[in-house]
């Protein structure tokens, strides 16, 4: 109970303007920026240094095997919540609220899948901190696990560094039992994969073009269904659909060419590139917060950065879904540092001041990121705040060091349950259609 109220209060108090730690990592790269040369120059990706991941851990032999079982494990389970999904098509013209339970069940099954997987083939430490704006909002259970309380329906963003990002923040959805109701916004040519771009359209994954003149109304009808409610089993307790939106505005992950874009893209605006992440794109962000005001409260930011990833080095580079996966060169350690900002105090009145605001908040993020490069972590709150309820203090979390794995090692079977069950199902249909057919003497 002193948990539910510490969260109650939490949620309906606002963050202050200006985080103190976000203020002197400003100052830290003001002067550090006027004591700069220009013939100082960070290391570039051509120079050797060991790898951050270690040396190759499998072999030839064992990478086969890691590589056999992977397959076997996720193109069956794959398989198995498509074959979920379309058992469940029929739903959708006898009670559309069943139907989109339904669907938010298999994505449930998804997000068990990248969690464990992840846990089998590419163990990673998490560690996990935030500042004043989310104290109180993470845990770490008697069991090591990590526990999230943010809100059912929140917009979040975050820089994007590697293909595999995805996989962490499905994993923070998982810890807030939200990874039934994460959307993500995606480029259109992913919809044509088979079997898995079918499966992103049932999510009700956004796919936009990057025209604007296209995505446009497109985006808008979507936004417009993510504004509905249902009754349905897995529905909102506050009359809205449970939705986490995430949003990549850099558009696309941290790499060479995503370097020369972002640099370009400043140069012709007249600003300063940043060190540790790509220049915010705001137009996309900008709709989604119009179109979604008033039914969401907070905007939350998420800060990844992966261990010893060198200065002018690409992450995606250097962790490859074979590397990650197969040779054991998994990251030492994944880190997450999170924000919120009340979307009522950001200025989605005007689209020229929107970009400052959204250029202000990246800036903010790629000190955050530079603070990491030196120290191996980010900063971490833990500091007490009273309950505005009455209950127990608001506690910062700290530093929460854990791992991405379900809560319960038969989790996964919840996958392989309706596939086995409308088997049996066929089943026994055809045993007694042989049955009745046999009492009717139509067959021998």
Same mark, same amino acid.
């Given at each position: 109970?002193?948990?539910a109220?510490?969260?109650?209060?939490l949620k309906?108090?606002?963050?202050?303007?200006s985080?103190?730690?976000?203020e002197?990592?400003?100052a830290?790269?003001?002067k550090?920026?006027?004591?700069s040369?220009s013939s100082?120059?960070p290391?570039?990706s051509?120079?050797?240094?060991?790898?951050?991941g270690?040396?190759?851990?499998?072999g030839?032999f064992?990478?086969?095997?890691?590589?056999?079982?992977?397959?076997?494990?996720?193109?069956?389970?794959?398989? /198995?919540?498509a074959?979920?999904?379309?058992?469940g098509l029929?739903l959708?013209?006898?009670s559309k609220d069943?139907f989109?339970?339904?669907?938010?069940?298999?994505?449930?099954?998804?997000g068990?899948?990248?969690a464990?997987?992840?846990y089998?083939?590419?163990?990673v430490t998490?560690?996990?901190s935030g500042d004043?704006s989310?104290r109180?909002? +993470?845990?770490k259970t008697?069991d090591?696990?990590?526990?999230c309380?943010?809100?059912?329906?929140i917009?979040?963003v975050s820089?994007?560094?590697i293909?595999t990002d995805?996989?962490?923040?499905w #994993?923070?959805?998982?810890?807030s039992s939200?990874h039934g109701?994460?959307?993500i916004?995606?480029k259109?040519?992913?919809?044509?994969?088979?079997v898995?771009?079918?499966?992103?359209?049932?999510?009700g994954?956004?796919f936009?073009?990057?025209?604007?003149?296209?995505?446009?109304?497109r985006?808008?009808?979507?936004l417009?269904k993510?504004?509905t409610?249902h009754s349905?089993p897995l529905s909102?307790?506050?009359g809205?659909?449970p939705? #986490?939106?995430l949003?990549? =505005?850099e558009?696309t992950n941290l790499s060479?060419n995503?370097r020369t874009?972002?640099?370009k #893209?400043?140069?012709?605006n007249?600003?300063?590139d940043? $060190?540790?992440?790509?220049l915010?794109?705001?137009t996309g962000?900008?709709?989604c917060?119009q @179109?979604?005001?008033g039914?969401?409260? *907070?905007?939350y930011?998420?800060t990844?950065?992966?261990?010893?990833?060198?200065?002018g080095? *690409?992450g995606q580079d250097?962790f490859?879904?074979?590397?990650t996966?197969f040779?054991g060169?998994?990251p030492?350690?994944?880190n997450?540092?999170w $924000?919120?900002f009340?979307i009522?105090d950001?200025?989605?009145?005007?689209g020229?001041?929107?970009?400052?605001?959204?250029?202000a908040? #990246?800036r @903010?993020?790629?000190?955050?990121?530079q603070?990491?490069v030196e120290n191996?972590r980010f900063p971490?709150?833990?500091?007490i705040t009273?309950n505005?309820?009455g209950?127990?203090?608001?506690?910062?979390?700290?530093?929460?060091e854990?791992e991405?794995r379900?809560v319960?090692?038969y989790?996964?079977?919840?996958?392989f349950v =309706?596939? /086995? /069950?409308?088997?049996l199902v066929?089943?026994v249909?055809?045993k007694?259609?042989?049955i009745?057919l046999r +009492?009717?003497?139509?067959?021998?």
């Amino acid at each position: 109970m002193d948990n539910a109220m510490a969260t109650e209060g939490l949620k309906l108090r606002h963050p202050p303007a200006s985080a103190p730690v976000i203020e002197t990592l400003k100052a830290y790269r003001t002067k550090i920026s006027a004591n700069s040369t220009s013939s100082e120059s960070p290391p570039t990706s051509s120079q050797s240094t060991p790898h951050p991941g270690g040396e190759i851990k499998h072999g030839v032999f064992k990478q086969a095997l890691r590589m056999f079982l992977f397959a076997v494990y996720f193109n069956g389970s794959i398989i /198995a919540i498509a074959i979920t999904q379309y058992i469940g098509l029929p739903l959708y013209f006898y009670s559309k609220d069943l139907f989109y339970a339904w669907m938010a069940m298999t994505k449930q099954h998804f997000g068990i899948v990248s969690a464990t997987m992840t846990y089998w083939w590419a163990p990673v430490t998490m560690r996990v901190s935030g500042d004043e704006s989310i104290r109180g909002q +993470l845990r770490k259970t008697e069991d090591g696990r990590l526990e999230c309380d943010f809100p059912e329906r929140i917009v979040f963003v975050s820089n994007h560094q590697i293909y595999t990002d995805w996989v962490y923040l499905w #994993w923070i959805a998982y810890t807030s039992s939200m990874h039934g109701h994460l959307y993500i916004i995606l480029k259109e040519s992913l919809k044509y994969i088979p079997v898995l771009g079918t499966g992103m359209m049932l999510y009700g994954f956004i796919f936009l073009s990057r025209k604007w003149s296209t995505d446009k109304e497109r985006f808008r009808y979507r936004l417009k269904k993510l504004t509905t409610s249902h009754s349905g089993p897995l529905s909102g307790s506050k009359g809205l659909d449970p939705m #986490w939106l995430l949003i990549f =505005p850099e558009g696309t992950n941290l790499s060479s060419n995503g370097r020369t874009s972002s640099k370009k #893209w400043a140069d012709k605006n007249g600003i300063e590139d940043l $060190r540790h992440c790509l220049l915010p794109r705001s137009t996309g962000l900008l709709f989604c917060l119009q @179109e979604l005001k008033g039914s969401v409260d *907070y905007m939350y930011d998420c800060t990844l950065a992966y261990e010893g990833v060198p200065v002018g080095q *690409y992450g995606q580079d250097l962790f490859t879904l074979h590397g990650t996966y197969f040779q054991g060169r998994s990251p030492k350690s994944v880190n997450m540092h999170w $924000r919120r900002f009340p979307i009522a105090d950001i200025p989605t009145h005007d689209g020229k001041v929107f970009a400052g605001w959204l250029l202000a908040r #990246w800036r @903010e993020k790629d000190d955050l990121l530079q603070y990491f490069v030196e120290n191996q972590r980010f900063p971490a709150d833990d500091g007490i705040t009273p309950n505005v309820n009455g209950g127990q203090p608001l506690k910062g979390a700290g530093w929460i060091e854990t791992e991405v794995r379900s809560v319960k090692w038969y989790e996964l079977l919840q996958i392989f349950v =309706p596939v /086995a /069950a409308f088997a049996l199902v066929i089943n026994v249909l055809v045993k007694m259609a042989n049955i009745v057919l046999r +009492l009717s003497r139509v067959t021998p």
